[in-house]
């Protein structure tokens, strides 16, 4: 016997997914976390199969096997219509929920930060995390979307991508080829090592684990101490971010009036303020109306309050469901 008046909101990102059962007054029934979300790697199938305990474990809480009233499920590497598609039929064949909506996981950034008016909402979101990506949602339905598969796509960014370009500059640096940088140093010596040299060999031939999603954070301190080739990188990642975000907004003729662009993900949500502040400068510049607006909540709030959206929910709804993030 299923519950009525509940949703299962979904959040499955690149390195970790949230599962939250959620009541129609706002409240959290179960929750659940587990591992990363990998559709283009393992296919559609075998990363629904992932989602299942964790959907089992959230609906337990609660006493209850399903089906709910409906999923929203907002998942990573969901960057085609057809890639959506086919993740929708997969877990519509479970059974669930009675109904489901699948979406690219930056519309769960978008929804979290957007205010809660009743309205259908309106806005822009740019997520920098492992990758990056920008969504927007306009008047009468109108979305604008990027396809966000990488360098293929004309992607510039996220944290794996400047993690893989300061290694690239600090070995030019330390070469010859390029620019002195004081990444030459820090970079290996991040890893007990002392020259580049022994980095580049030790991540070729697999002899040191490889942790370049920690690269990142030290990039932005080496460009905090006063590093011009790591200041440039920053620079550029924050043009990228206002790139994205003013084309979204033209494309959705929102330039003229005030819009929300909410900018989420561990590289904006730490508001380096190299970053952040070029940002929030230059979208001041290109898309004077733009309200920069940062979200720490984490994403699944996003797909919850898209659930209490469908059902109409009152106000008092959001607030509760809110409040169990803040």
């Known amino acids: 016997m299923g519950l009525t008046g509940t949703a299962l ?23 659940a976390r587990g591992g990363g979300f990998q559709p283009q790697t393992v296919g559609a199938g075998r990363a629904v199969d992932v989602l299942a305990p964790l959907v089992a474990s959230a609906l337990a809480q609660a006493g209850t096997e399903g089906p709910v009233d409906h999923v929203t499920a907002y998942l990573a590497n969901a960057d085609l219509p057809v890639e959506e598609a086919a993740l929708a039929a997969e877990i519509g064949d479970r059974g669930w929920a009675r109904s489901v909506t699948v979406g690219n996981d930056t519309f769960a950034l978008l929804r ?3 205010p809660d008016t009743g309205e259908p909402p309106v806005g822009v979101a740019v997520v920098c995390g492992a990758g990056i990506n920008a ?20 992607d510039w960014g996220g944290g794996g991508f400047l993690a893989d370009e300061a290694l690239w500059y600090a070995a030019r640096a330390e070469d010859g080829r390029g620019e002195p940088s004081e990444l030459a140093r820090a970079l290996p010596a991040h890893f007990g090592l002392a020259t580049m040299l022994e980095l ?61 662009v909410v900018l989420g993900g561990g590289v904006l949500a730490a508001r380096h303020p190299l ?4 940002i929030v400068r230059l979208l001041a510049e290109r898309a004077p109306k733009a309200v920069a607006h940062v979200v720490t909540a984490p994403p699944v709030l996003g797909a919850a309050l898209h659930a209490l959206d469908r059902a109409e929910a009152p106000a008092d709804a959001y607030a509760r469901l809110r409040g169990s993030w803040a």
């Not at 008047?139 to 004309?154: D, E």
């Not at 942790?211 to 905090?224: K, Q």
């Open 9 to 31: 909101a979904i959040d499955a990102g690149n390195s970790k997914t949230d599962v939250a059962l959620v009541g129609a007054d706002g409240s959290v029934l179960g929750t």
């Open 200 to 260: 580049i060999e030790g991540l070729h031939l697999r002899g040191i684990p490889d942790r370049r999603h920690e690269l990142a954070p030290l990039l932005f301190d080496v460009a905090a101490a006063g590093d011009p080739v790591a200041r440039a990188i920053i620079a550029r990642q924050a043009d990228e971010v206002v790139l994205l975000a003013s084309v979204a907004l033209e494309r959705l003729d929102l330039l003229g009036e005030e819009t929300r």
């Open 135 to 154: 969504v927007g949602l306009g008047r009468a339905g109108a979305s604008a979307r990027f396809p966000s598969v990488g360098r293929l796509s004309g």
């Open 275 to 278: 970053l952040h502040d070029r």
């Open 112 to 114: 979290a930060g957007l």
